[in-house]
């Protein structure tokens, strides 16, 4: 493997105090490295306290750091990896001009930067970008035209990795699919937060846990499946694809499993040490025609450039420890 050091420079985290970015810190600072410049929309939720337990060099808002990346300013001199994980993530969003700014613009600024100067960079895609699955889940950059996202979050996610191909950036560059991430520090994203967190505390003091019906005919309800995986795995997958200089392109980053809702809600309640309890009710109209049924990450390409690499906790041991170690306690990576 060719190694990318990096203790050598500094590490720019963007979207620092949001949920992967934060827990991709953490990850950092397990490994001893604090050399991190954070960026991040701050704004009035409380993502803030995400960074409170983590160490690192410097904070710095997004407008700063994305017009010293633009102008090769002195603020980004000093960076020799990027994590970017800033982005608008909300699969509801329908401004589209401040998805396109927010999540393809900044992502192609950092690209330029990044080549022009030699810098490791890794950027966060989404499996939305593969639409229904009608296509299957393999990160190979030639399926790139074929895919047609449902949403606008997922459309903004495929533009930049269209646009990162076409214009060869995908060899110098690494970028991450994502499947269904959940974990500590996802609180402050309010709806668009795992149902592990929405559910949680309905399972905790009413011993009932409420899924959507299923509108598809292959699955019963609460049997869709999907690739579910622990964000603690998706920030150590993430650090050490980092350190492989020669890994470059796109990668899924999932278990290689799928799994049903019904299976998370069980995973649940044994963590409470409860009875299992599952209600079903109706899916809302405006979802149906954009529900994912089925997701499963590919994940031979990341094995192959990471070997042994893959994930650490079954879904069952994921989510005790979230419930009991995060949920329950109340803490945030870190503490």
Same mark, same amino acid.
């Given at each position: 493997?060719?190694?990318?050091?990096?203790?050598?420079?500094?590490?720019?985290?963007?979207? %620092?105090?949001?949920?992967?970015?934060?827990?991709?810190?953490?990850?950092?600072?397990?490994?001893?490295?604090?050399?991190?410049?954070?960026? =991040?929309?701050?704004?009035?939720?409380?993502?803030?306290?995400?960074?409170?337990?983590?160490?690192?060099?410097?904070?710095?808002?997004?407008?700063?750091? *994305?017009? &010293?990346?633009?102008?090769?300013?002195?603020?980004?001199?000093?960076?020799?990896?990027?994590?970017?994980?800033?982005?608008? &993530? &909300?699969?509801? !969003?329908?401004?589209?001009?401040? +998805?396109?700014?927010?999540?393809?613009?900044?992502?192609? !600024?950092?690209?330029?930067?990044?080549?022009?100067?030699?810098?490791?960079?890794?950027?966060?895609?989404?499996?939305?970008?593969?639409?229904?699955?009608?296509?299957?889940?393999?990160?190979?950059?030639?399926?790139?035209?074929?895919?047609?996202?449902?949403?606008?979050?997922?459309?903004?996610?495929?533009?930049?990795?269209?646009?990162?191909?076409?214009?060869?950036?995908?060899?110098?560059?690494?970028?991450?699919?994502?499947?269904?991430?959940? %974990?500590?520090?996802?609180?402050?994203?309010?709806?668009? *937060?795992?149902?592990?967190?929405?559910?949680?505390?309905?399972? *905790?003091?009413? %011993?009932?846990?409420?899924?959507?019906?299923?509108?598809?005919?292959?699955?019963?309800?609460?049997?869709?499946?999907?690739?579910?995986?622990?964000?603690?795995?998706?920030?150590?997958?993430?650090?050490?694809?980092?350190?492989?200089? #020669?890994?470059? %392109?796109?990668?899924?980053?999932?278990?290689? *499993?799928?799994?049903?809702?019904? =299976?998370?809600?069980?995973?649940?309640?044994?963590?409470?040490?409860?009875?299992?309890?599952?209600?079903?009710?109706?899916?809302?109209?405006?979802?149906?025609?954009?529900?994912?049924?089925?997701?499963?990450?590919?994940? !031979?390409?990341?094995?192959?450039?990471?070997?042994?690499?893959?994930?650490?906790? &079954?879904?069952?041991?994921?989510? #005790?420890?979230?419930?009991?170690?995060? +949920?329950?306690?109340?803490?945030?990576?870190?503490?």
């Amino acid at each position: 493997m060719q190694k990318h050091n990096l203790s050598r420079g500094v590490i720019l985290v963007t979207g %620092g105090a949001g949920f992967i970015g934060s827990a991709i810190i953490h990850e950092l600072n397990r490994r001893g490295l604090s050399n991190i410049l954070v960026t =991040d929309f701050l704004g009035t939720d409380e993502k803030w306290k995400n960074l409170v337990p983590l160490r690192f060099a410097e904070f710095q808002p997004v407008a700063a750091v *994305r017009e &010293s990346v633009r102008t090769m300013g002195d603020l980004t001199a000093n960076v020799t990896t990027i994590f970017h994980l800033g982005a608008c &993530s &909300s699969t509801t !969003e329908r401004d589209v001009d401040y +998805l396109a700014d927010n999540n393809y613009r900044f992502t192609m !600024e950092l690209m330029e930067f990044a080549v022009k100067r030699g810098v490791r960079l890794v950027y966060a895609s989404s499996a939305a970008t593969y639409g229904d699955g009608s296509l299957g889940f393999e990160d190979e950059e030639e399926k790139l035209p074929m895919l047609r996202p449902l949403n606008a979050y997922g459309f903004s996610k495929h533009l930049t990795d269209v646009h990162a191909w076409q214009k060869g950036w995908l060899k110098k560059v690494a970028g991450l699919k994502y499947f269904n991430v959940f %974990g500590p520090n996802e609180e402050h994203k309010g709806d668009m *937060r795992s149902v592990i967190s929405k559910v949680y505390r309905e399972a *905790r003091d009413s %011993g009932i846990i409420r899924l959507f019906k299923s509108h598809h005919p292959k699955y019963g309800d609460g049997e869709s499946v999907r690739d579910f995986i622990y964000v603690k795995d998706a920030a150590r997958m993430t650090v050490d694809l980092a350190e492989n200089a #020669a890994a470059t %392109g796109l990668y899924n980053i999932g278990t290689g *499993r799928a799994r049903s809702w019904n =299976d998370v809600a069980r995973a649940i309640f044994a963590a409470l040490g409860v009875e299992p309890r599952i209600e079903y009710c109706e899916m809302p109209e405006a979802l149906r025609g954009k529900y994912q049924y089925f997701t499963e990450a590919r994940m !031979e390409k990341f094995l192959r450039v990471c070997p042994g690499g893959g994930c650490k906790f &079954s879904l069952e041991e994921a989510v #005790a420890d979230y419930v009991k170690n995060y +949920l329950v306690a109340e803490k945030f990576l870190g503490e």
